[in-house]
């Protein structure tokens, strides 16, 4: 039977539903760069011009599904993957913005190393590598990628050596679950001067750190350490989620007296404009002797955030010297401790005495929540502190812990602090929970 079109006609018909393949060729790589690495590898079986089109994509990201698992062996598993990473690594030949890997490893750490050799040689800017099994000890070679711009490492291993001299254009560090000891970090991060963005969660092998870093504008740690010292004449905002260091007692390291150790651990944050201070960096910042006002006056300082123990009356004198020296805070956070046995009191007497008379402590406070609020004398002794002294205040919100019961005791506290004189003339107590 005679074909009902011409053969020019079903080429040409052919060419017009082949429509992709008549893409200008960074058209094509940006579409393969959204596509699973194993599928942009498979495009090379299409036809002639598609075989080698992927190996010029930008970004390659590798997880444990970018190859099949046709076996319950973890072992199996990682070397079919480790073959395919190989042959993805060999053959791509163009230069790479980014690579991004998070894989379970067990027994394959020599080929990474020699992927992050291969990195180094495309000039990348971003890395990501995550690992679940064993802790990776990253290679020196990682150093040699000296055009990086973020580096993201998860359960790895941080050692110094001589090539370790830091990223020139490095300016977002993060690092998760990683171990490293504190002449390590402060090598990395001192000898990374564009540094402008840095995270350490959970990472261990140190209990003190010391950040000195030029550029640096946002910092974010969550993990335990014993004590932070700064030099970032930039930082903006920092995020001080310090947890207890095993069951021993703060250490000392610079035999400074208790007298001027909270000068000198704050001293690095006069400049921030928003910080969160954890409950375990507060009763560290207890130990030392709180004058009536730091020496440093934190005028950019615009929102507080902090944990506190309000059973724990020697907290305050901090609190108060924290709140003196920042006259410019426009917002305040304060959250109570999530574990522990809950009491209710309500005798006239304040748990501790906060100041009776007006000052002008709050210049400029305009919010405050009360979060986790259990109706300790503490807590109420500290809202009506908070209400006579904000003399801008428009919101108070204070949120209930979820188990304080719903009884007549819920109805006195409320009313005591809603009698509490209030110096704002606009001030609105919000109370929830």
């Known amino acids: 039977m005679a074909s009902e079109y011409p053969s020019g006609q079903m080429a040409r018909s052919?060419?017009?539903?082949?429509?992709?393949?008549?893409?200008?060729?960074?058209?094509?790589?940006?579409?393969?760069?959204?596509?699973?690495?194993?599928?942009?590898?498979?495009?090379?079986?299409?036809?002639?011009?598609?075989?080698?089109?992927?190996?010029?994509?930008?970004?390659?990201?590798?997880?444990?599904?970018?190859?099949?698992?046709?076996?319950?062996?973890?072992?199996?598993?990682?070397?079919r993957l480790v073959d395919f990473v190989n042959h993805v690594m060999l053959l791509h030949?163009?230069?790479?913005?980014?690579?991004?890997?998070?894989?379970?490893?067990?027994?394959?750490?020599?080929?990474?190393?020699?992927?992050?050799?291969?990195?180094?040689?495309?000039?990348?800017?971003?890395?990501?590598?995550?690992?679940?099994?064993?802790?990776?000890?990253?290679?020196?070679?990682?150093?040699s990628c000296q055009y990086l711009r973020q580096l993201k490492l998860h359960h790895c291993i941080l050692k110094s050596s001589s090539r370790m001299n830091g990223f020139n254009s490095l300016v977002d560090l993060y690092l998760h679950g990683v171990t490293f000891t504190y002449e390590t970090i402060r090598n990395l991060i001192s000898n990374s001067k564009q540094l402008q963005n840095l995270t350490l969660i959970h990472c261990d092998g140190f209990d003190h750190l010391s950040i000195s870093a030029p550029n640096l504008r946002i910092f974010n740690f969550n993990g335990p350490c014993w004590e932070i010292f700064f030099n970032c004449p930039k930082l903006i905002e920092a995020f001080m989620g310090l947890l207890p260091v095993g069951t021993g007692?703060?250490?000392?390291?610079?035999?400074?007296?208790?007298?001027?150790?909270?000068?000198?651990?704050?001293?690095?944050?006069?400049?921030?404009?928003?910080?969160f201070i954890s409950e375990h960096f507060m009763e560290i910042l207890a130990i030392c002797v709180a004058p009536k006002k730091l020496r440093t006056t934190y005028y950019h300082l615009r929102d507080l955030s902090f944990v506190i123990n309000f059973s724990n009356s020697k907290l305050f004198p901090i609190v108060l010297c924290l709140f003196r020296s920042s006259p410019c805070l426009q917002s305040l956070t304060i959250f109570g401790p999530s574990?522990?046995?809950?009491?209710?009191?309500?005798?006239?007497?304040?748990?501790?005495?906060?100041p009776n008379e007006e000052e002008i402590i709050f210049p400029e406070l305009e919010t405050i929540t009360v979060s986790e609020f259990r109706g300790l004398n503490n807590e109420l002794g500290f809202v009506k502190f908070?209400?006579?002294?904000?003399?801008?205040?428009?919101?108070?919100?204070?949120?209930?812990?979820?188990?304080?019961?719903?009884?007549?005791?819920?109805?006195?506290?409320?009313?005591?602090?809603?009698?509490?004189?209030?110096?704002?003339?606009?001030?609105?107590?919000?109370?929830?929970?």
Request: some cysteine; overall charge neutral; proline content about 3%.
């Open 339 to 354: 574990i522990g046995q809950f009491r209710v009191v309500v005798e006239d007497e304040f748990g501790f005495d906060f």
């Open 249 to 275: 007692v703060m250490i000392n390291q610079f035999g400074i007296s208790k007298t001027h150790m909270l000068e000198l651990i704050l001293a690095g944050l006069r400049r921030v404009e928003m910080l």
């Open 14 to 79: 052919s060419q017009c539903l082949d429509r992709i393949s008549t893409l200008q060729i960074e058209l094509i790589t940006c579409i393969l760069t959204f596509v699973p690495i194993r599928d942009a590898v498979r495009t090379s079986v299409l036809s002639w011009d598609w075989r080698y089109k992927w190996m010029t994509i930008p970004k390659i990201l590798i997880r444990d599904s970018s190859v099949p698992r046709v076996s319950v062996a973890d072992r199996e598993h990682e070397k």
């Open 93 to 143: 030949f163009d230069k790479l913005y980014k690579f991004d890997m998070e894989i379970y490893l067990e027994s394959s750490s020599n080929d990474v190393d020699r992927w992050i050799h291969l990195l180094a040689r495309k000039l990348v800017e971003e890395v990501v590598l995550g690992f679940s099994g064993s802790r990776y000890t990253v290679p020196s070679t990682l150093f």
């Open 386 to 433: 908070i209400l006579v002294n904000a003399v801008k205040l428009h919101t108070m919100n204070i949120i209930w812990y979820p188990d304080v019961p719903f009884d007549h005791r819920r109805s006195y506290i409320l009313e005591r602090i809603l009698q509490f004189r209030r110096t704002s003339t606009t001030a609105v107590v919000n109370i929830a929970g």
